[in-house]
């Protein structure tokens, strides 16, 4: 059974820190893994899909990278700002097109 | 497209009562989730189907849910009878199907409150 584990549950940094969030699962046998991002009392809006094929994948101060291998991502949030305040999960997608979740990030990023 | 579209938005009901969710894929997705959101379990995947199809089922809590896909642009999940355990914020999300380019988006969720 796929489990996803996101470290740490909560993340607090001033303004203008990188922000660095982690993501492990446990069955390297997955078709991609997406992040995405949910605000307080929203739906989740994607940030970004990474193939199994894929090492990394960046969409303007957003990075994200993949090691299969080990069953790790890691999403970097570039000179973070306010607005990056949120909580920020990972998702992975295997066979039978199965979507599974961590637990989250919850992000604070102080002025 | 107009995204994942779920109603109703906010549900609030009696304990006992009969509660039925919506939601509208986004055209041409054939897979469909549905989840539960709470601030203790965070998300959990209750069942989604592929083509229609239900293709896991093991994360609907007990009989009292149920969930149905009757054609590729509609699907419901059922509470009978709801109890106050179930208020949670449940997401619908879809996506195609397969390896490659598998994006899954979410609707705006159902608020849904048992008193």
């Known amino acids: 059974k796929q489990e996803v584990t996101q470290i740490p549950a909560a993340l607090s940094v001033p303004e203008g820190e990188n922000l660095v969030l982690n993501c492990s699962f446990t069955?390297?046998?997955?078709?991609?893994l997406q992040w995405f991002r949910q605000d307080p009392g929203k739906g989740l809006t994607s940030l970004l899909l990474?193939?199994?094929?894929?090492r990394e994948q960046t969409s303007g101060r957003l990075n994200a990278s993949l090691d299969k291998s080990s069953g790790r991502s890691t999403l970097y949030i570039a000179a973070s700002q306010p607005g990056d305040s949120a909580t920020y999960l990972c998702?992975?997608?295997?066979?039978?097109?199965?979507?599974?979740f961590g637990g989250g990030t919850r992000v604070l990023v102080k002025p | 497209d107009a995204g994942v579209i779920q109603s109703p938005r906010h549900e609030v009901t009696e304990m006992g009562q009969e509660v039925t969710l919506r939601c509208k894929p986004i055209s041409g997705h054939n897979s469909l989730f549905w989840y539960r959101q709470t601030m203790m379990r965070g998300l959990e995947l209750l069942i989604y189907f592929n083509n229609n199809v239900p293709i896991d089922d093991s994360g609907m809590p007990e009989d009292r849910f149920s969930a149905k896909m009757p054609n590729a642009s509609f699907s419901t999940l059922k509470i009978q009878p709801s109890e106050p355990r179930d208020s949670a914020v449940y997401f619908c999300?879809?996506?195609?199907?397969?390896?490659?380019?598998?994006?899954?988006?979410f609707g705006q969720g159902t608020r849904l409150t048992v008193v």
């Open positions: 999300a879809s996506s195609e199907q397969g390896p490659m380019n598998t994006e899954a988006f």
């Open positions: 998702a992975v997608k295997a066979a039978g097109n199965k979507l599974t």
């Open positions: 069955d390297s046998a997955i078709y991609n």
């Open positions: 990474i193939q199994s094929s894929q």
